[in-house]
């Protein structure tokens, strides 16, 4: 099955500063979605997007299906902006529609 | 707030035991997805259902079953309860069984004693 890998595994910011997380796929995606796991463990929804740019807020997206890539940039981080960011892929092709999640970015970020 | 509701939030059983969760897909939605987290596996996939059909297996044990029901909501059943069934469950749903985004639950955390 599709492998996703993400990287860094941790970053510590101070509040203010600005972040790229990489999320690397194995094989073609058609679905492509990043999460952050807040500290009481639930999964927020930040971008569904197999491919291009979205921006919501202060949190943009920009996903590369030909390179097999996806990046999350946070701006102007804030306190609230710690935990976990997973990024999760839906391989092309078959008939099994499951997320393959890779191991997470631990964020702090310290006031 | 995903619109997907998981009861209970919280559970704490001893090993032997049986619990059944359960999960309200978002309103319109047809597919319901089982996953598992644990802190030595990550985030896993368990099964799917599409509309009230079993869909997709993953790396859900034989103790574990599930199933969607006619109103579409649907429960997952652990029996026979081990210390390392202890974890994070979460129910998503989306509006079809193709590549559309999934929405996930709140989970329920598991703790088995």
């Known amino acids: 099955g599709i492998q996703v890998e993400q990287s860094p595994p941790d970053l510590i910011l101070q509040e203010g500063a600005n972040s790229t997380l990489r999320c690397n796929f194995s094989?073609?995606?058609?679905?492509l979605q990043w999460f952050h796991q807040n500290p009481w463990g639930q999964l927020i929804n930040l971008f569904y997007i197999p491919s291009g740019t979205k921006q919501n807020g202060r949190l943009s997206a920009t996903t590369v299906a030909t390179e097999r890539y996806s990046l999350l940039y946070i701006s102007s981080s804030q306190t609230t902006d710690s935990g976990v960011y997973f990024c999760?892929?839906?391989?092309?092709?078959?008939?099994?529609?499951?997320?393959?999640f890779g191991k997470g970015t631990l964020l702090t970020v310290n006031p | 707030d995903s619109g997907v509701t998981q009861t209970p939030k919280h559970l704490i059983t001893a090993t032997g035991q049986r619990v059944t969760l359960r999960c309200s897909p978002r309103s319109g939605d047809l597919s319901v997805y089982w996953y598992q987290q644990s802190l030595d596996q990550g985030l896993q996939f368990l099964i799917q259902y599409y509309n009230g059909e079993e869909r997709a297996k993953g790396n859900i044990l034989e103790r574990f079953s599930a199933q969607q029901f006619p109103d579409l909501h649907s429960e997952l059943n652990l029996s026979s309860l081990e210390l390392g069934d202890s974890a994070l469950y979460f129910c998503?749903?989306?509006?079809?069984?193709?590549?559309?985004?999934?929405?996930f639950g709140p989970g329920t955390r598991l703790t088995v004693t």
């Open positions: 998503a749903s989306s509006v079809g069984q193709g590549y559309y985004e999934q929405y």
């Open positions: 999760a892929a839906l391989n092309s092709g078959g008939s099994n529609y499951k997320l393959t």
């Open positions: 094989d073609s995606v058609n679905n």
